[in-house]
């Protein structure tokens, strides 16, 4: 599982630590530029080394992790955690929208004091 050699190739590394599903993903979104180590946008072919920091995005969110040990073959959620430091900062907290304003069928147009209420309930 680990490398006996000093770097491995950051598409597989990626893969192997799971943040990617397919090596064949992981090295598109190098390409893509999605994929940077220490900074600069990485080919799928590039060496990562203990201690480098690299930077993946995946779906929504950038994940920051700093390569502790090196490894090549995908291996298990617990053990590819043990591989790196995860910088990730936490996602933002989710922002409620306000329940939507029900009124009763046939009641007709909203009068002005209606509105009112329901532009203070919106906050507006």
């Given amino acids: ?45 590039q060496a990562v080394r203990v201690g480098d920091e690299v930077r993946a995005r995946v779906g929504e969110t950038e994940r920051i992790l700093i390569a502790k040990r090196l490894i090549v073959k995908r291996v298990s959620a617990a053990v590819a955690a043990e591989c790196f430091d995860d910088l990730t900062p936490p996602p933002p907290p989710k922002v409620e929208a306000p329940s939507t304003i029900v009124r009763e069928r046939g009641a007709g147009r909203p009068t002005k004091r209606d509105r009112r209420i329901m532009d203070q309930l919106r906050g507006r």
Avoid at 22 to 39: L, M
Wanted: proline share 4%; net charge positive.
């Fill in 1 to 45: 599982m680990t490398v006996p050699g000093d770097s491995v190739r950051v598409d597989s590394w990626v893969w192997a630590v799971r943040l990617y599903k397919t090596r064949s993903a992981a090295a598109t979104d190098c390409k893509g530029g999605h994929v940077r180590v220490n900074g600069e946008k990485a080919k799928p072919s």
